[in-house]
C-alpha cells in the first residue's frame, strides 16, 4: 500500500528523470511548419479517441507543430513529442485522475507515421479493455514512453524489447492487480539503454527470474516494482544497476530477509521495502551506512526485529523514517544520544509505530523543525511529554497513543498552530487541559485524549 509521502517521493523523481532525459531534445520548437503525413497522422489518432473536455479542440488547421501536446524538431519538423498525459489530478495522490479530462476510445496505428517520435506520454486516460498495441514498438526512436494508469489490460507485449533507445518506462498500474501482467521479464532485458522503469501494480506472480532479467539494465536510476505480487527475490546474485538511486519493491509477498545486493548499492536516495509482511531479520543497518544520501527509508510492515543503530541521527539527508508494524524493541530514542548535525533540519516523517520501543520522549524532538508527521504509537514509551514539543512548527500528525507516557499535557502543545490529528489516548496522563492548550490548533480536525478534567 503505497502512502501519500511515498507518490510524492515517487512524482518527484519521475519529474527529475524527465529533466534530464529532456535535455536531449533541445532542439523540440513549435514555431516550425508541420509535415503533412504527420499532421494527417495525428488527425487519424485524434479520430478514434474519445475527448469529453475538448482538450485536443486546436488540433485543427494546417501547422500541427502549435497543437496542444505536440513539439517538433526546429530543424526538421518532424514531431519529437507527444504529451497527452491527463492534466487534471487536482491532487499529486488523487488516483484515479479527474474523469473530465480522460481522453478514452482506441489507439489506431497511424501513430507509426511519426518515424522521429522520442517521447509519447498518454498516462492517466482511460483506455480500459485494451491491450497495450504491439505497434508501438515500431516506434524504434522512442527514448520515453509512460503509459502509466491508462486501464490498459492483458499481457504487456514483448514486442517492446526493440525500443533499444528507451531510457524510461512507466507501465504503472491503478491498483488492479491482473489488468496488465508479464510472465517474462526478458524482453525488458533488451532495454540497455533505460533509466527509470516503473512497473507497479502489474501483475509479475508468474515472472520467475524477473530480477536476473532487471539486473541486465546496468544504466538503471529507478525501479519501481510495488504491488506486483513478487515472491522469490535473488540473494545470491549482485546488482549490475549500481547506478540506483530510486527503488520500491514494496506490497509484494517476499518471504525472506533482506537481499545482500541491496547493501551494496551505494547512490540509493529511495528505499521502500514496506508492505511485504515476511521481510524479516535484524535492522538493515547495512543498507543505511552504504548511502549517505539517503532521504527516504521505509521498511514498515515487515517482520523485522531487534535494536535500531544509534548513528541513525547522524545522517544528514534523511527526511523520511518509517519503522512501523515490526518487532523491534529497544530505546530508540537512543538514535539522538550522539551529535545530532544536520539531522535536526531535514526530517519531516519519523513513524516508529507498532512495535516493542521504549524509552522516555526526549528533549531533542524540538529541534526537528521540519518535522511534519510523528507518530510513536502503540509501543512502551514511558516518561512526561516535553514542552519543548510545541517547538514543532511544522507538525501535522501527532501519534502517541497506547504507550505508558504519564505526567501533564504541557501548554505548549497549544502552539503547534499547523496540527491537524493529536491522539494522546491509552496512556498514563493526568491533570487538566484549558483553553490554553488548544488556543493556536486553528487546523485541528481529530483530537484524540484521555478523560482529563477541563476548564
Known amino acids: 500500500m503505497a502512502s501519500y509521502d511515498g507518490l510524492v517521493f515517487t512524482f518527484l523523481w519521475a519529474i527529475f528523470v524527465v529533466q534530464v532525459i529532456e535535455l536531449g531534445h533541445s532542439n523540440a520548437s513549435t514555431n516550425v511548419s508541420c509535415i503533412g503525413a504527420e499532421r494527417e497522422a495525428l488527425l487519424k489518432f485524434k479520430h478514434g479517441l474519445t475527448d469529453p473536455s475538448r482538450r485536443l479542440s486546436s488540433w485543427t488547421g494546417e501547422e500541427c507543430c502549435n497543437w496542444e501536446g505536440v513539439e517538433c524538431d526546429k530543424k526538421t519538423s518532424y514531431i519529437l513529442k507527444l504529451d497527452l498525459h491527463n492534466p487534471c489530478i487536482e491532487e499529486i495522490n488523487a488516483f484515479p485522475p479527474s474523469h473530465k479530462c480522460r ?15 522520442k517521447y509519447l506520454d498518454l498516462s492517466l486516460n482511460n483506455f480500459s479493455t485494451q491491450k497495450i498495441p504491439t505497434f508501438f514498438a515500431s516506434l524504434q526512436k522512442l527514448e520515453y514512453l509512460n503509459l502509466s494508469h ?44 533505460l533509466k527509470f522503469l516503473h512497473m507497479s501494480n502489474v501483475d ?18 529507478s525501479l519501481g516494482l510495488s504491488g506486483c505480487e513478487l515472491q522469490d527475490i535473488s540473494s545470491s546474485l549482485q546488482a549490475n544497476f549500481t547506478s540506483l538511486r530510486f527503488l520500491d519493491i514494496s506490497s ?66 534523511l527526511q523520511v523514517l518509517r519503522l512501523g508494524y515490526n518487532q523491534f524493541n529497544g530505546n530508540i530514542f537512543s538514535i539522538f544520544d550522539g551529535p545530532l548535525g544536520c539531522v535536526q533540519s531535514n526530517w519531516k516523517i519519523f513513524d516508529v509505530s507498532y512495535n516493542n520501543f521504549s524509552g522516555g520522549l526526549p528533549n531533542q524532538f524540538g529541534y526537528f523543525k521540519e518535522l511534519e508527521y510523528l507518530d510513536l504509537s502503540d509501543n512502551l514509551i514511558s516518561g512526561s511529554i516535553p514542552s519543548n514539543l510545541g517547538e514543532l512548527s511544522s507538525l501535522r500528525e501527532l501519534y502517541l497513543s497506547n504507550n505508558k507516557v504519564n505526567g501533564t499535557i504541557p501548554e505548549s502543545i497549544g502552539r503547534l498552530s ?35 478534567s477541563l476548564y
Open 103 to 117: 481522453l478514452g476510445g482506441n489507439i489506431v496505428p497511424s501513430l507509426t507515421k511519426l518515424k522521429d517520435l
Open 150 to 193: 491508462t486501464g490498459f489490460e492483458g499481457d504487456i507485449p514483448r514486442q517492446l524489447n526493440n525500443l533499444s533507445r528507451l531510457e524510461y518506462l512507466d507501465l504503472s498500474s491503478d491498483f488492479c492487480l491482473g489488468c496488465l501482467t508479464s510472465n517474462d521479464l526478458d524482453w525488458v532485458s533488451k532495454l540497455s539503454s
Open 204 to 221: 509479475l506472480y508468474m515472472a520467475v527470474g524477473w530480477f536476473s532479467s532487471i539486473n541486465m539494465l546496468s544504466s538503471l536510476q
Open 418 to 452: 499547523n496540527l491537524k490529528e493529536l491522539h494522546f489516548e491509552e496512556n498514563l496522563l493526568h491533570g487538566t487541559v484549558s483553553e490554553l492548550h488548544f488556543e493556536n490548533l486553528k487546523s485541528l480536525t481529530k483530537l484524540d485524549i484521555p478523560s482529563m
Open 252 to 317: 509484494n509477498f517476499i518471504n525472506s530477509s533482506i537481499p545482500p545486493w541491496i547493501y551494496n548499492l551505494s547512490k540509493l536516495e529511495h528505499i521502500d521495502l514496506s508492505a511485504n509482511d515476511h521481510i524479516s531479520g535484524p535492522f538493515p543497518t547495512p543498507i543505511i551506512e552504504n548511502n549517505q544520501r539517503l532521504a527516504f527509508f521505509d521498511v514498515s510492515e515487515n517482520s523485522l526485529q531487534g535494536t535500531v543503530p544509534k548513528n541513525l541521527s547522524s545522517f544528514c539527508k
